[in-house]
């Protein structure tokens, strides 16, 4: 009878396993000094080998010259746990049998010693699934089994396991193979089978595992059936479902070219072939990814899963972006591949989505538009000095000249009309509207506003200054007060400080700090504590 590949190959020693040298080293080391531990979890994602190593550690701990971490495979502990038939290595699909009488069953079993082995290994798969209730059922067992018990829980959720459990147990974490390591394995599977395959193919039977051994071979063993002996990266991707780079490169040259049309008639060929677009917009996604880490990392980082020759090609493809542009089409894919999930009409919202990728190339950075408001000008001003940004595109107006310093400034009662007048000429409008609703009073050379509070983020000091000395001709000393613009609150009058705090305050205000402080954001200050007092 045909045995699939998955469970023909399956690693009988450690030394079979992929990857996961982290646990395999901990396990043997552990073998050789007979520290054996009663309560093991092996957490990871599916398909790496979780299940296997506990087999494979219930065999070094039942082989008949044993305990040893490498088990002969010839004896009958080994060839029976190997074929899932010894009576002293149970093991239990916690999603079937989860509850508390299946716990209790259990427990009642560990009091018996093995009937020939050495230990009772107890695997338990899909340990997160048991209840709460049959977790505490099994907590004193765990805790204190007998000499001859071992437990080995594996789950891909290890978060769900109670604390109560895991604190009893020694935890392995088993990694996602790497794809180099998937693929090699890949090729030497193909070896023993007589299997012709390019490297392409196997780098796309590699990516469709996405780090599970299992998938991978499960991949591989459907396109054997499909292809024969001979495995042709096209004919595999047709069959899994996947996109070449030819088809996602559609994307990339429309977003250069700025086509919105070709976009269309990418979607338009998707759903000719009956393709999927959730997938599609998911493989899109993994594609600027690989772009972006392109970009970023170079054509020769391992950080990609993929051949060589794509490496290359990906990185060529990215060299005609920015890395903003890449980072931004990716994000973008993201939600397209979200909402693609919920929608009743995946094609409106993938064309719509690609569409928005288009135009998310013609924006403009905020470097630039910055760069784009034309130079600073600097007001020269008593006490202070003032900086103010002239905008790019000023709206069109009268040039009036700055009068001389012997012209007289408006009457108190118009200054709130021509401020609001320059600044609306001078292109700025948030603070003519925050001016627009203050009370401007003028005394002794100062012009002091009472602004609303909504309004006091827009009351920008260089912006009035500069307004200022349009209409004056002069700058004058300006006060604003965030209060009610009717009429503020009057201030509360501010105590002398006494001669201590004229010291304290002076050192304070003689602080490198602090002075830079205030060059950048002004403001008064009016008392000075020592915290150390």
Request: glycine share 6%; with cysteine; net charge negative.
């Amino acid at each position: 009878m045909y045995q699939v590949i998955a469970r023909k190959y399956r690693p009988q020693s450690f030394a079979d396993v992929v990857n996961q040298e982290h646990v395999k080293t901990t396990l043997e080391n552990a073998i050789a000094q007979n520290r054996i531990a009663h309560g093991y979890i092996f957490s990871g994602q599916r398909g790496t080998g979780k299940t296997t190593v506990a087999r494979i550690l219930a065999r070094c701990l039942n082989c008949v010259s044993g305990p040893t971490n490498r088990p002969c495979g010839v004896c009958a502990s080994c060839t029976e746990i190997a074929a899932g038939g010894s009576v002293d290595v149970i093991e239990i699909d916690a999603a079937s049998n989860r509850g508390i009488n299946e716990m209790r069953e259990l427990r009642e079993n560990v009091r018996y010693q093995p009937a020939r082995d050495r230990y009772k290994v107890f695997i338990i798969d899909e340990a997160h699934q048991i209840t709460n209730e049959a977790f505490n059922a099994l907590l004193k067992t765990i805790e204190e089994p007998p000499a001859w018990a071992v437990f080995m829980l594996c789950t891909t959720e290890a978060h769900k396991i109670p604390a109560t459990i895991a604190s009893r147990c020694q935890h392995f974490s088993f990694r996602a193979v790497e794809f180099d390591a998937l693929v090699a394995r890949l090729q030497w599977i193909c070896e023993r089978e007589g299997i012709q395959a390019d490297a392409e193919a196997l780098s796309v039977l590699a990516q469709a595992g996405e780090g599970s051994v299992r998938d991978s071979l499960s991949a591989l063993d459907q396109a054997i059936a499909c292809c024969g002996d001979a495995l042709q990266a096209g004919e595999v991707r047709a069959l899994l479902g996947a996109f070449s780079l030819d088809a996602l490169d559609g994307v990339s040259e429309a977003l250069a070219e700025g086509a919105g049309a070709r976009m269309l008639d990418v979607v338009s060929e998707l759903e000719r072939n009956g393709q999927n677009l959730q997938h599609f917009s998911r493989e899109l996604a993994r594609y600027f990814r690989n772009l972006l880490v392109a970009k970023i990392a170079g054509g020769s980082t391992r950080l990609i899963a993929a051949s060589e020759g794509e490496r290359h090609r990906l990185a060529a493809v990215a060299a005609r972006f920015s890395e903003e542009d890449l980072t931004r089409y990716l994000q973008l894919a993201l939600d397209l591949f979200r909402d693609l999930q919920f929608s009743l009409q995946p094609r409106f919202h993938l064309e719509l989505g690609l569409l928005r990728l288009v135009q998310a190339g013609h924006l403009q950075s905020i470097e630039e538009a910055l760069a784009g408001l034309g130079p600073t000008k600097i007001v020269a001003q008593k006490p202070a000095v003032a900086a103010s940004r002239t905008p790019a595109n000023p709206a069109p107006s009268t040039h009036h000249p700055a009068p001389s310093s012997s012209t007289q400034p408006p009457a108190p009662n118009s200054w709130r009309e021509k401020l609001h007048a320059t600044l609306m000429q001078l292109g700025m409008p948030f603070t003519a509207d925050a001016i627009e609703h203050s009370e401007v009073t003028e005394a002794n050379g100062e012009l002091r506003f009472t602004t609303p509070k909504e309004f006091s983020v827009a009351m920008n000091a260089a912006d009035i200054n500069q307004a200022v000395t349009r209409i004056a001709g002069k700058p004058l000393k300006i006060k604003v007060t965030i209060g009610d613009a009717a009429g503020p609150s009057p201030e509360k009058p501010v105590p002398p400080l006494t001669a201590p705090e004229d010291d304290v305050a002076h050192r304070a205000l003689e602080n490198p700090e602090v002075q830079s402080f205030r060059e950048m954001f002004g403001g008064e200050v009016r008392t000075v504590r020592n915290l150390k007092e």
